[in-house]
């Protein structure tokens, strides 16, 4: 895994991890073409932590499956320095390996010698503090730690853009907070670049440089803001606070707007 440092030296290289130009995205259905994302641009800088934002619904899944490479456009363009790394709401481990044995999967599929492949997958465990833990099965692990494996696995494709998708909706509010921690650490630690779905406001404050709010379908970018309160935050902070209630109420005229309750 790349140290923290050459990440950095990496990112002042480039001009964006992820780069979405003017991008719509249409399913069919019984009516016809359904637009679910309507001509959206947005960056995602180097080192950047960027929450998407919105009511259920309203395409944010859909665009981080797009900018994963999972999908393609309708139309416009999506570019991403290098190959995305995603994280799911569920865990997605397989049962029947370890959680050592799931990072060596991703490890596997990423060329690293076998030879190499237990010492890494150890590292990652202990980057999420799981030290320990690399001949446990799935089944002997809570959600909490289901979620970091599943986070050690995504970062052991040593990407520099993790797309995350409601990681932690599933977990009871305790572990969440937790996970807060270690991903705000883990972040800070290794430089890379977040682009993190919620429908959680005060997550997205909590967590996030930059808070992007999409509109109730067609998704557009109704809003964005920089999230300037200094790291470590809590939830229960007065300016994370304050903050989530401003974009709220705005998030609240969207939803109203379009007309769903």
Not at 53 to 58: E, Q, R, V, W
Not at 68 to 74: E, K
Not at 94 to 110: D, M, Q, S, V
Not at 235 to 249: F, G, H, Q
């Amino acid at each position: 895994m790349a140290t923290a440092l050459a990440k950095a030296e990496e990112a002042e290289a480039v001009e964006y991890a992820a780069r979405i130009e003017h991008v719509s995205k249409s399913f069919a259905g019984p009516a016809g073409r359904q637009l679910v994302l309507d001509d959206i641009t947005l960056d995602v800088a180097p080192g950047e932590f960027v929450t998407l934002l919105g009511a259920s619904g309203c395409g944010k899944s859909t665009l981080l499956n797009l900018v994963a490479g999972l999908d393609r456009p309708t139309a416009g363009s999506i570019a991403t320095h290098g190959r995305p790394a995603l994280m799911f709401q569920e865990h997605a481990l397989f049962p029947w390996l370890t959680a050592g044995k799931n990072i060596e999967l991703a490890l596997k599929l990423r060329g690293v010698a076998k030879s190499e492949r237990r010492g890494r997958a150890e590292e990652l465990l202990e980057l999420v503090r799981l030290q320990g833990s690399y001949g446990k099965r799935v089944h002997e692990l809570s959600g909490g730690m289901r979620q970091r494996v599943a986070m050690a696995r995504a970062l052991a494709q040593d990407s520099q853009l993790l797309l995350m998708d409601e990681p932690f909706a599933a977990l009871d509010a305790i572990t969440r907070d937790l996970l807060h921690d270690e991903l705000t650490r883990i972040w800070e630690e290794t430089g890379l670049s977040v682009l993190f779905v919620t429908h959680n406001v005060r997550e997205a404050v909590r967590l996030a440089q930059r808070v992007v709010l999409l509109s109730s379908r067609p998704g557009r970018v109704a809003r964005e803001w920089r999230v300037d309160i200094p790291q470590p935050r809590r939830i229960e902070d007065a300016p994370v606070a304050e903050l989530s209630l401003e974009i709220t109420e705005v998030l609240r005229g969207e939803i109203r707007r379009h007309g769903q309750h």
